[in-house]
């Protein structure tokens, strides 16, 4: 029997440990791409919403303004989005998937569904299910237990 008095904290070193283990999986499965889990991250939200700011980004991958300034860059280096501006409003720019973009979250996509089978394929589809099913419960509270955005 585990001792009540430390499950809160063997909780959080078991979550950091897995952050660790499925960031460093991941980056090393996409390296040959020239992409980690951030720019993937990007990549991927572009795809799901369109074009969008960067600051419709930050909120999107709850990111703060210099990382996603850092990401957007490297993936334009990289030619993979483009900054357009946007009609009537000179100052602003959306970042946009190019075609070369688009067929790198391709790639990046299938080797995301590869480690992700490694990661968790010796668990069942129930066992995942509710494993993603409580970490939803569980990043969707803030600080005081309160679903966020109340």
Known sequence: MRDPDTVGTDIGRLLALAHKRATNTFAHALRDLDLDGRLFGVLSTLARIGPATQARLIVELHSDKSVMLRAV????R???????PVP???RARVVVLTEAGH??????TGIARQV???LFGWMSDAEQNVL?????RFVGKDL?????GD
Do not use: Q, Y
Not at 144 to 148: E, H, K, L, V
């Open 88 to 90: 009537h409003d000179r």
């Open 103 to 108: 067929r790198r979250l391709v790639a990046a």
């Open 132 to 136: 993603r099913d409580l970490l939803e």
């Open 116 to 118: 992700s089978a490694e």
């Open 73 to 76: 860059d490297d993936l334009e």
């Open 78 to 84: 990289l030619g993979l989005v483009t900054r357009e």
């Open 144 to 148: 005081a237990g309160r679903p966020s």
